[in-house]
């Protein structure tokens, strides 16, 4: 069994910081990548950011240079500086994996945590 818990949301000012971070639990053999994705009230889910194992990034448009996304390869564990942050950031945030694991035989899962709420507001 594979579990993605998230932490770190909460409600900020414009122009605050949040920090979030996702750890990985379970049988793990692999994680290739991580990611965090984010979904705003009536809209679809949407990128934000994704980290290869290697350290590879990738950012939406909307978030580069203000956001940056690391990962703990030792701790599966990945996580997201929010700096700026702007009103139109606000969502549910959601860790995102892609996870090989191994109970006696290996197997490939696309994991997802359970959100996280982050709320800009002054």
């Known amino acids: 069994q594979v579990q993605l818990v998230e932490s770190g949301g909460g409600l900020v000012q414009p122009g605050g910081s949040l920090r979030l971070s996702c750890a990985a639990s379970?049988?793990?053999?692999?994680?290739?990548?991580m990611g965090w994705y984010r979904q705003a009230s009536g809209n679809e889910r949407e990128l934000v950011a994704t980290?290869?194992?290697?350290?590879?990034?990738n950012y939406a448009d909307s978030v580069k240079g203000r956001f940056t996304i690391s990962r703990d390869n030792a701790k599966n564990t990945v996580y997201l500086q929010m700096n700026s942050l702007k009103p139109e950031d606000p969502a549910v945030y959601y860790c995102?994996?892609?996870?090989?694991?191994?109970?006696?035989?290996?197997?490939?899962?696309?994991?997802w945590g359970q959100g996280t709420l982050v709320t800009v507001s002054s």
């Open positions: 995102n994996a892609g996870i090989t694991s191994y109970d006696g035989r290996y197997v490939s899962l696309d994991a």
């Open positions: 379970g049988s793990i053999f692999s994680i290739n990548p």
């Open positions: 980290i290869t194992s290697g350290g590879r990034t």
